[in-house]
């Protein structure tokens, strides 16, 4: 059911935040600087942190009274966005990160998408945007097929319903009828949260306009971290809901065990004397001279120096993730139902 356009309602963006010191004050600003007809604030639950993200988020609430700052003492993401949307005052909510960067009139946007759509979630795209030539590569492989696969809120695509969207603006009182976000899913809960509301009989809408900025990880230890998490949680997902499995999926996993196999034989070969085993070699090989043409064709228009990092970066992306597939998330999840 779509709703009249009138007046502009209420609306709570809210963050989860632990360890974002270099990108906070610039993602909060870009909240606050935003051109809304409506009141809106900013809710920051701040999980404990290795460096100074406490003290911007506090600095940034003395200096903006939209601005509230709640504790989150696990520093869990999911537990971090229940504790910030249920402080919220208002009837819209709108979900950032730490590291996005919104655009100029994301929020009314959002509000419009919702009210026009009568969807429970609208989101866009996720846009890395990097600064040194690492954060440059890491940013196009995060937006190429070849790297990060087909999803819409990657890869972009026409406006309509989806399965999931990069951030989110929902309706409170759809939060509260699902539960909020299933603090089980550590990572992931995006994901899960809106496959709760598609099977609650809800749509989930994607719409390009709402294409956000984001810093993308800046180190191969913050990458390889990363995208071992995110498959591992994959993993996680399709355990909880079997239904949900796509050959897309399987990809990485199965990349990891096939180059590791080759590259495992091909070593029996040398340590042996058997030709035959050393052969097997060309199984990495090959992978990794598809990974260099295909990174180097992504890479058209990078600067030289992150066009050279791009085929690396893919193919760490490619491992992590399988690796962290294969190894999934130990326990069994349950029901979300608070």
Not at 232 to 257: G, N
Not at 327 to 335: A, D, E, I, L, N
């Amino acid at each position: 059911m779509t709703e009249a356009s009138g007046t502009a309602p209420g609306v709570s963006v809210f963050l989860a935040v632990r360890n974002e010191e270099p990108y906070l004050r610039e993602a909060v600003t870009r909240i606050l600087d935003q051109d809304y007809p409506g009141s809106f604030e900013v809710v920051l639950a701040v999980g404990p942190s290795d460096d100074a993200t406490r003290a911007v988020a506090d600095q940034l609430a003395a200096d903006d009274a939209r601005v509230t700052v709640v504790d989150n003492p696990t520093g869990l993401t999911p537990q971090g966005l229940n504790l910030a949307w249920r402080a919220a005052q208002h009837p819209y909510l709108v979900r950032v990160d730490g590291h996005s960067l919104l655009p100029d009139g994301y929020i009314a946007t959002a509000v419009d998408v919702l009210r026009r759509t009568g969807a429970a979630n609208v989101g866009g795209m996720m846009l890395p945007q990097g600064v040194t030539p690492f954060q440059q590569a890491v940013a196009r492989a995060m937006s190429s097929r070849l790297g990060i696969g087909s999803e819409k809120f990657h890869t972009g695509g026409e406006a309509g319903p989806a399965d999931t969207v990069y951030l989110g603006a929902y309706r409170r009182a759809d939060l509260e009828e699902v539960g909020g976000f299933n603090e089980e899913f550590t990572r992931a809960q995006d994901w899960e949260l809106n496959h709760r509301l598609i099977g609650a009989g809800k749509v989930v809408w994607f719409d390009p306009a709402l294409s956000v900025g984001y810093r993308p990880r800046g180190s191969w230890k913050a990458l390889v971290k990363q995208f071992f998490t995110t498959g591992q949680w994959r993993s996680k997902v399709i355990e909880t809901y079997p239904e949900t499995a796509s050959t897309r999926y399987f990809a990485p996993p199965a990349a990891v065990t096939v180059v590791g196999l080759g590259g495992v034989i091909g070593l029996l070969g040398l340590l042996f004397g058997r030709r035959a085993l050393r052969a097997f070699f060309a199984v990495p090989g090959l992978y990794a001279a598809g990974v260099t043409v295909g990174g180097l064709a992504a890479g058209k228009g990078l600067p030289l120096k992150a066009k050279a990092w791009l085929p690396a970066v893919i193919a760490t992306m490619h491992m992590a993730w399988g690796a962290g597939f294969i190894k999934g998330v130990p326990g069994k999840t349950r029901p979300w139902h608070r």
